[in-house]
């Protein structure tokens, strides 16, 4: 897996045919820069109810930039994700995990490419939970930088929310989503939007990852929160389920 700073050097030599995905229309939101203290803050993973039919994690889009850049520099030599207000932010009626009003924070590693590889985290309208992060990669302006770094960025997901996991299973994870992801390409015709079942769903103490990709829209890694009922509920509609070690 490759540095930011060498993987933009890389990616800026490639040819950009095309923007990524379609621009969608909401409200622009803004949010409090991250403090000092967050950094050495421990990630509470504890799932909390959040409004009527939705599930949060119990730490902030600030607490998430902290522990994630604590992981990435462990491994990378260096801080990834910028602070909260240099996120793009629109706020949308409703969100996959939640029919109510949510403000999507999505981050992009340089602007001036809108092809790279992005993250994106689902906050309630007015709250400082978390009901989900997506890592997302636009298979349509595939490279293979564009897709290592869409994977370093899935590690480092996987690294920040289950710290306890190996390198090796960490990857073994990210694959076998990867390859459901793909695999259910010519039977999955609906885009990332609400009501979303996963196909195939590990999880861990409340920790859920699946993967997503439909014609027309991004390959999606996901992390959720997920309780047991949560659990009983996907099963019924389709969705194996595999705890993780």
């Known amino acids: 897996m490759m540095g ?44 909390i109810q959040g409004r009527e039919g939705e599930l949060d994690f119990a730490f902030s ?54 092809n790279l590889p992005t993250m994106t985290v689902y906050v309630p309208q007015g709250g400082s939970c978390v009901q989900e992060i997506t890592v997302n990669f636009d298979d349509h302006d595939y490279s293979d930088a564009l897709y290592e770094f869409y994977q370093e960025l ?13 390198a090796e299973q960490i990857r073994e994870l990210c694959q076998a989503l990867d390859d459901v992801a793909y695999g259910e390409l010519r039977l999955n015709k609906q885009r990332y939007g609400s009501d979303v079942v996963p196909v195939l769903l590990y999880h861990k103490d409340g920790v859920g990852f699946y993967s997503h990709f439909a014609l027309g829209d991004y390959v999606r890694l996901c992390a959720i929160p997920v309780t047991q009922e949560r659990l009983a509920e996907y099963a019924q509609q389709g969705t194996e389920l595999r705890e993780l070690p």
Not at 24 to 43: F, I, N, R, Y
Not at 77 to 102: D, K
């Open 61 to 114: 889009l600030e607490d998430w930039i902290a522990a994630y850049n604590v992981q990435y520099q462990e491994g990378m030599g260096e801080a990834l994700l910028t602070p909260p207000e240099t996120w793009s932010s629109l706020r949308f009626a409703t969100a996959p995990h939640s029919q109510q009003e949510t403000v999507f924070y999505e981050f992009l590693a340089d602007e001036r490419m809108f």
């Open 154 to 166: 899935c590690f480092y997901t996987v690294k920040t929310l289950r710290p306890e996991m190996e």
């Open 4 to 47: 930011r700073g060498w993987a933009v050097v890389a990616l800026c030599l490639l040819v950009l045919l095309c923007a990524c995905g379609t621009q969608e229309v909401g409200e622009e939101e803004d949010t409090p820069p991250a403090t000092q203290e967050q950094a050495s803050k421990p990630l509470d993973t504890s799932v």
